[in-house]
């Protein structure tokens, strides 16, 4: 089995998802198993629940196997309905960059699990069995500060899916933005999942005239994006690469995005494109791709934007 592969490893593009569907659907045509794609996230989401360890969702895995080109994925975690959602920002003129932030990102670290098991002691604390049946009001009882704090995060993360929904459905694209930095704020300041790198992109990107910017992914590091009328994208880069240098760090690998299908061909999932180094002057649209970008999803419900990444593929 070869593979070959451009996706970032450790930058929060689910680089680990697209992995487990790429070989699984390999081995699925191969074999002549006959597995639909719903079944195939469901054993990669195995493998990385059982084999590595990882606490994760279905999220990644089905994005990787579900989006559709230029639509978001709506996924309820509970029920797991999903939905393509209408989501392309040309239409709008609008751009969407991922900052690669070459912070170090490490899901398998014990924050990611300190996170969840916080989450599920608040929901136990006050009686539910998910923070999904939680209120703002009944969450704000909470007596622990950091269980609140977790509890809030994800009671208004479900409520800022259910708005960007909302406005991709009416073809409100640019409306968004607000939601994206809220939840940046909200992730960064309740669920403490930011790091300076992240929130240096994020600030400079709105500086320069971003719609909206967020951290993706797990946290701890890895990418954010930004959301911006195309004719600002220029600047929105400089930004964040001029503030990357004024701090002395590594410089961030920017790219633009666009909402892509997930691609299950006989041994691969994902096509071409190659994420562009700050300095270059032209934003570049890649196509398919077999892992998310971005996410606005609370530990229930979320909304995923399946956006077009480096090439994965198995042969």
């Not at 569907?21 to 390999?26: G, H, L, N, P, Q």
């Not at 960064?188 to 790091?195: G, H, I, Q, T, Y």
């Not at 071409?272 to 998310?292: F, L, Y």
């Amino acid at each position: 089995m070869a593979i070959r592969s451009d996706v970032p490893v450790g930058a929060g593009l689910s680089s680990s998802a697209a992995l487990e569907c790429s070989v699984a659907c390999a081995i699925n045509a191969e074999l002549g198993l006959g597995l639909d794609r719903v079944t195939i996230a469901a054993l990669a989401r195995r493998a990385e629940n059982d084999f590595v360890g990882v606490p994760t969702g279905s999220m990644d895995q089905l994005a990787s196997m579900l989006c559709e080109e230029g639509h978001a994925l709506f996924l309820d975690c509970r029920t797991m309905h999903t939905r393509a959602v209408p989501f392309d920002p040309d239409r709008e003129d609008l751009t969407l960059l991922v900052v690669d932030t070459h912070a170090e990102h490490e899901l398998a670290g014990s924050e990611y699990g300190d996170r969840r098991t916080s989450c599920e002691e608040a929901a136990s604390t006050l009686g539910l069995d998910s923070l999904r049946d939680a209120t703002l009001d009944q969450v704000t009882s909470l007596s622990d500060p950091v269980l609140l704090r977790r509890a809030r995060h994800v009671v208004t993360e479900i409520h800022r899916v259910g708005d960007v929904v909302h406005r991709l459905d009416a073809g409100q694209a640019a409306e968004i933005g607000g939601l994206l930095t809220a939840s940046h704020q909200s992730l960064r300041d309740d669920f403490e999942v930011s790091c300076e790198e992240l929130d240096v992109a994020v600030s400079s990107a709105l500086l320069a005239g971003a719609l909206g910017a967020r951290m993706t992914g797990g946290g701890f590091g890895g990418c954010a994006i930004a959301l911006c009328p195309s004719a600002a994208a220029g600047a929105v880069k400089e930004s964040v690469c001029g503030a990357y240098d004024e701090h002395g760090w590594r410089e961030p690998t920017i790219w633009a995005s666009a909402a892509s299908p997930a691609r299950t061909g006989a041994a691969s999932v994902g096509a071409t494109g190659h994420p562009q180094p700050c300095q270059s002057p032209d934003h570049q649209r890649t196509s398919h791709s077999p892992t998310s970008v971005s996410t606005l999803a609370g530990t229930t419900s979320g909304a995923n934007w399946h956006c077009a990444t480096p090439e994965l593929k198995v042969e």
